[in-house]
């Protein structure tokens, strides 16, 4: 770490109210030695890049990752940088299981894709880190171990929580107002370049697949909420509404 990161503070302060939500575009189906199956979808290395990477400059801020062999594995170290000079690090260490080239870079994806997402201070939608395992990314995975068995629900209820305490004064009103602004934006924008890569060339086309897939008007893809910008992306992706031509 610089001896000050007060500039890269306040510049990944404004980069992350406008970095959007990473969309899982890929699905992985995963067989277990005793021969089940299940499935999981995530967020490739290329998709957490096109949506931070744009945002990040803007700011002027850039990141790089270099590798080192470990005893063990590998030792990714992902440095932060700012336009001022100043920069902020950090190091993981990461298991490989085998000595293949390819057991190599499933282990280097995983680990460039995880670090920078944690450093930055995003994360795609609802990540279960099933790849964890170190398995490759590929369409069909192999497990080494079976899933862990889930614990048995407790009968005993716990206790309910205490309700937050919320302020309602009008500057921290203000505040989550101009928050919520900035999420909606990335989310737009992030949908935008998502329905671009399927086909759908312009706004107007997009406003349009929206409306049709919600049933309602739409002029804008901040009018989205995350679960409504899911609907969109994924019915587009399934080819329910093709792109006007």
Known sequence: MSPSIAQLAAALCGAQGEIGEIFKT??????????????????????????VRPTLGKHGLAFSQGFETAERGLTLTTTLMHSSGEWLSSTLSMPVGDSTPQAYGS????????????????????????????????????????????????????????????????????????????????????????LGKLGYSSSQEHYRLA???????????????AEEARQVYQSARAGKHGPSH
Do not use: C, F, W
């Not at 890929?26 to 949506?51: N, P, R």
């Not at 409306?211 to 909420?225: C, G, H």
């Open 107 to 194: 282990v280097m994806t995983y680990a460039r894709r995880y670090a920078l997402t944690a450093l930055v201070g995003v994360a795609a939608e609802d990540d279960d880190g099933q790849a964890g395992k170190g398995e490759t990314e590929s369409e069909v995975l192999s497990a080494r171990a079976t899933p862990t068995p889930r614990a048995a629900p407790s009968t005993h209820p716990s206790p309910p929580s205490p309700a937050p305490q919320r302020s309602n004064s009008p500057k921290t009103e203000a505040k989550g107002a101009l928050l919520a602004e900035q999420l909606e934006k990335g989310r737009a924008s992030t949908l935008h370049a998502e």
């Open 211 to 225: 409306a049709e897939i919600l049933k309602r008007p739409i002029t804008s893809l901040t009018q989205l909420n």
């Open 26 to 51: 890929k699905t992985a189906q995963v067989k277990t030695k005793t021969g089940g199956e299940y499935s999981y979808s995530y967020a490739d290395l290329s998709s957490v890049l096109s949506v």
